[in-house]
């Protein structure tokens, strides 16, 4: 089992910046592949980025590319996103979760997740 835990989030202005940070432990801790999701109320939990095992290769939703920059530090167990230039339409509950195995984009791929951190942008 993994433990994930979501932290950073807040109410910012437009344009702003954050940095949300997901730490990880468990009884026995594997590197797993990680991805962060968002969900607003009445939507769907959808991607946003993820990060392979040892962070060769990173995706992004084209929603965000260019303005959130996703990475690991395994020492440390930890994953970060930085978002900067925030938007209202980013407004939302994020989620980190940890996977065994399949596509980064599918939530349904995903093993274990944190329990969300909100991110609240105001024009």
């Known amino acids: 089992q993994v433990q994930l835990v979501e932290s950073g989030g807040g109410l910012v202005q437009a344009g702003d910046s954050l940095r949300l940070s997901c730490a990880a432990s468990?009884?026995?801790?594997?590197?797993?592949?990680m991805g962060w999701f968002r969900q607003a109320p009445g939507k769907e939990r959808e991607f946003v980025a993820a990060?392979?095992?040892?962070?060769?290769?990173?995706y992004y939703a084209d929603s965000v590319k260019g303005r959130f920059s996703i990475s690991r530090d395994n020492a440390k167990n930890t994953m970060y996103l930085q978002m900067n230039s925030l938007k209202p339409e980013d407004t939302a509950v994020y989620y980190c979760?940890?996977?065994?195995?399949?596509?980064?984009?599918?939530?349904?791929?995903?093993?274990?997740w944190g329990q969300g951190t909100q991110v609240t942008v105001s024009s």
């Open positions: 979760g940890a996977r065994l195995r399949g596509d980064y984009q599918n939530s349904q791929s995903y093993d274990y």
């Open positions: 468990g009884r026995t801790f594997t590197t797993y592949p």
């Open positions: 990060i392979t095992s040892i962070g060769i290769a990173k």
